[in-house]
């Protein structure tokens, strides 16, 4: 049977056309929402656990440790990851430490979870695929103490400082219990990680946290693991405290975990760096009921200080018992106070403004919010493996995961620019301002 010419030409310019529609289609229905990487969740539609401190200390451990070693093959790409294996929307179990998104979805290509509200950030790449896994619990090697299952790679920065690690775990329960008149009676896994994400931390539900432990000149959050600790501690006795998770998270919950600390990413004195947002930091103040309506979207550094200075003068004014009373029921203090929020803010704003400061103080807490905002934005557009939080908890993870989180980016700009904050963080804490602002506008030169 022959075919009519007409019709061939007419069959080839069809296929032509519809061809690369259908290629063009399935590629609109592969980037959407889900179909790429797993969310992480919203705290305030998360009661199970909310978000709290960061991450890991490098003052404390020997800046002489080796490299992370490689356990398991690290894919670094979504094209390396299955095309179909892509997490499915998030469970109410994820939630990150210390901040997640505001409620409603957040967006796949420029997460607003701890993102200052004016800071300016380029969509990063799309993300990497987050499989699901069969869990593969033999990768990790593991050390019990009297309160924390503690869970590490091999090979890794935790396993050489694993002995520390449980030390100064057991050391913050005592601290926590002790300075919130509360029994220690509660368990906590962490699972330990070689690169950092996010802002070094997630919480999963039954006190399951994920941390990061980087290698020194790669742990560029600048928190202490003390801090870290004793926060997520705390966090852990007011779910016991109060029988319920309902409070732990936050401007109460957190404020009382920045105050058991005594600080946020460092120790610090609250009250007199909170002083400087009703000062010459006045732009940045953030009014205690936008707060309480919506802790987490705010901008995360002084949301945090502003919760542990509030909880700081509550306790130190009216003592703890008033304060967990209030804890319990944060809506409404009038009964234990005499005062509803507005009328507590006033006379918190009062004594702040009673509290002396330095302009070295206020450039300080200006320069943390400048840091930690530079550091999201070097993640999301030079590090979007950094951006990743898995909706299984670390105890499922599979070796695809588990390779994921096991090494930082290699890249030479990566480890240069990790590098520079490491230093700027150093500079920051220890109030070297002027070094810390050379290393940022350094930093900030070469990101998008």
Not at 73 to 90: D, E, F, I, M, W
Not at 266 to 293: H, K
Not at 330 to 349: H, K, S, T, V
């Amino acid at each position: 049977m022959r075919t009519n010419p007409v019709t061939s030409r007419l069959l080839i310019i069809a296929a032509a056309i519809i061809l690369p529609l259908l290629l063009l289609g399935l590629l609109v229905l592969f980037l959407q929402p889900s179909n790429r990487a797993g969310y992480p969740i919203a705290d305030g539609g998360t009661p199970a656990l909310p978000p709290s401190a960061t991450l890991t200390p490098r003052a404390m451990t020997a800046t002489t440790r080796p490299l992370p070693s490689a356990t398991l093959p690290v894919p670094s790409l979504a094209t390396s990851l299955p095309a179909t294996a892509t997490s499915p929307p998030p469970p109410a179990s994820a939630t990150l430490i210390p901040t997640a998104p505001p409620a409603g979805p957040p967006s796949p290509t420029a997460p607003v979870t701890d993102q200052a509200p004016t800071a300016a950030v380029s969509s990063p790449a799309a993300p990497t695929a987050l499989p699901i896994e069969t869990p593969q619990p033999a990768a990790w090697q593991h050390r019990s103490t009297a309160h924390y299952d503690l869970y590490y790679l091999p090979s890794s920065p935790a396993a050489h400082d694993i002995d520390l690690l449980a030390t100064t775990a057991e050391g913050a329960m005592t601290w926590a219990a002790a300075h919130l008149l509360a029994s220690p009676n509660t368990r906590i896994r962490i699972y330990f990680v070689n690169r950092i994400f996010w802002q070094g931390g997630a919480s999963y539900s039954h006190n399951e946290l994920l941390l990061s432990y980087a290698a020194p000149d790669r742990e560029y959050t600048a928190t202490s693991l003390v801090l870290v600790l004793r926060h997520e501690t705390t966090h852990a006795l007011v779910e016991q405290m109060l029988g319920s998770d309902v409070h732990k998270g936050g401007l109460l919950g957190e404020g009382v975990a920045v105050w058991d600390a005594g600080g946020h990413y460092q120790v610090e004195d609250l009250p007199v760096l909170a002083s400087t947002l009703i000062a010459d930091n006045a732009p940045l103040y953030l009014p205690l009921a936008d707060l309480q309506r919506d802790f987490y979207g705010a901008q995360h550094e002084i949301a945090y200080l502003e919760g542990g200075a509030y909880v700081t003068f509550l306790i130190d004014r009216w003592g703890l018992p008033k304060f967990k009373r209030y804890l319990d029921q944060p809506d409404n203090p009038q009964p234990i106070y005499g005062l509803a929020l507005p009328g507590l803010e006033q006379a918190w704003r009062a004594g702040l403004a009673a509290t002396p400061h330095t302009a070295a103080d206020s450039e300080a807490v200006r320069l943390r919010v400048r840091y930690y905002d530079l550091m999201r934005r070097y993640e999301t557009t030079r590090d979007p493996d950094a951006r990743l939080l898995p909706n299984q908890p670390p105890s499922q993870w599979g070796p695809i995961l588990i390779g994921l989180f096991s090494h930082p980016a290699p890249a030479p700009a990566n480890v240069a620019l990790e590098h520079d904050f490491v230093r700027a963080g150093a500079a920051l804490w220890s109030r070297d301002l002027a070094t810390c602002t050379q290393l940022l506008d350094s930093i900030a030169a070469r990101l998008p």
